[in-house]
């Protein structure tokens, strides 16, 4: 491997001071552009790149963000992280991503080494064990270095900190409210894979709240923290109740939901209309194609890296941490009666 260039050595072979090559590859006013050009050339020949940890120290950044999410396998995840990189790297930052597999112990340690490591601020979505057990002390002691946290889609109220969320208990309630006017559904099932986490809690509150104002519709529910046996418990739950209408609070769930009522012999959505949260890459290959509730999740990461790069470039004053909420839509496909 070629021995890196310094710039003491480009300063050397040009006959200038180290701070007029420094200034000339920043383009500083104060250098002619004759004298920019020959250092420029003359980096450019040797490949010379700054040295990452000298600039770090000195301004006192990385230029990196942390960026910690539970299933880089759910559509909705990886999503969001690309409309985090995109809106990092307008500004020159770059991500350093952990993947946790919904372990509170990985996203501990994930937080413990990229703070270490001198990450300038954290964008995260926390792991379903973290929500379940309710623990956010780890939070609290990176907020207590001073290093930024905003978390996305799955959040902790107690954390003092910024967070941007999907209008989750509106998309649900609209949910309700489509397939009891469009469809007529006067027996609707809730069925979650995700029960016990944030997201899933603000849909049920939404449900609860349309079925409020429809008393002559009744609410069934199936709830399961994990995926495992989803499409047994399904089949069984579809074939014991008397059900003309689904809102599945995950895509997993929509997509077992489909197929079980097939299984079972029932007809989407003639039958039984079927819609889902999260509009992700299995639910424009549903058979029939998931009505959908799409919660925009590029626009969530893109809108939570902005945050926290203005915050980190000092472009936001100071404000007191608040949570923005991006509006659902509601994304019409066949497994519903338009």
């Known amino acids: 491997m070629r021995k890196k260039v310094t710039l003491k050595q480009l300063a050397e072979e040009l006959n200038l001071s180290i701070s007029t090559v420094s200034k000339s590859l920043k383009d500083d ?32 950044k990385t230029k990196s963000i942390g960026v910690i999410i539970p299933d880089i396998l759910n559509p909705f995840f990886a999503k969001a992280l690309l409309g985090i990189e995109k809106e ?22 994930y937080l413990d080494m990229l703070s270490y490591n001198g990450v300038d601020g954290f964008i995260l979505a926390m792991s379903q064990e973290t ?23 799955r959040v902790a109220d107690d954390i003092y900190c910024d967070k941007v969320i999907g209008d989750d208990k509106e998309g649900a309630s609209n949910a309700i409210k489509y ?15 995700i029960a016990g986490l944030s997201v899933a809690k603000l849909r049920m509150d939404g449900v609860k709240a349309a079925i409020k104002e429809h008393e002559n ?30 809102v599945a609070l ?8 489909i197929n ?13 209309a079927i819609l889902g949260f999260s509009d992700g890459g299995m639910a424009k290959y549903t058979y029939p194609a998931l009505t959908t509730v ?24 100071a404000y007191l941490p608040k949570t923005k909420v991006i509006k659902t839509t509601l994304i019409e496909r066949e497994s519903t009666l338009s």
């Open 131 to 153: 929500q379940v057990k309710n623990e956010t002390a780890h939070f609290e002691e990176v907020l207590k270095d001073d290093i930024p946290i905003i978390m996305f889609d």
């Open 217 to 246: 519709v009744n609410l069934l529910k199936l709830e399961m923290k994990k995926a495992t046996n989803a499409e047994e418990r399904i089949e069984v739950f579809l074939k014991e109740n008397d059900i003309d209408g689904i």
């Open 260 to 272: 079980m009522s097939v299984k079972i012999g029932k007809s989407v959505p003639n039958d039984i």
């Open 250 to 257: 995950d895509e997993l769930a929509a997509v077992n939901s």
């Open 179 to 193: 397939l009891i006017t469009n469809n007529n559904c006067k027996n609707i099932a809730v069925i979650s894979t």
């Open 294 to 317: 799409s919660q925009h999740a590029k626009r969530l990461g893109k809108t939570a890296a902005k945050i926290l790069i203005d915050k980190l470039e000092l472009r936001a004053k």
């Open 88 to 109: 990092a790297s307008k500004d020159g930052y770059k991500i350093v991503t952990c993947i946790t597999n919904e372990s509170y112990k990985k996203e501990l340690e």
């Open 29 to 60: 006013s104060e250098i002619s552009q004759k004298t920019i050009d020959k250092v420029k050339a003359l980096a450019k020949k040797h490949n010379y790149k700054p040295n990452a940890l000298a600039v770090s120290l000195k301004s006192n």
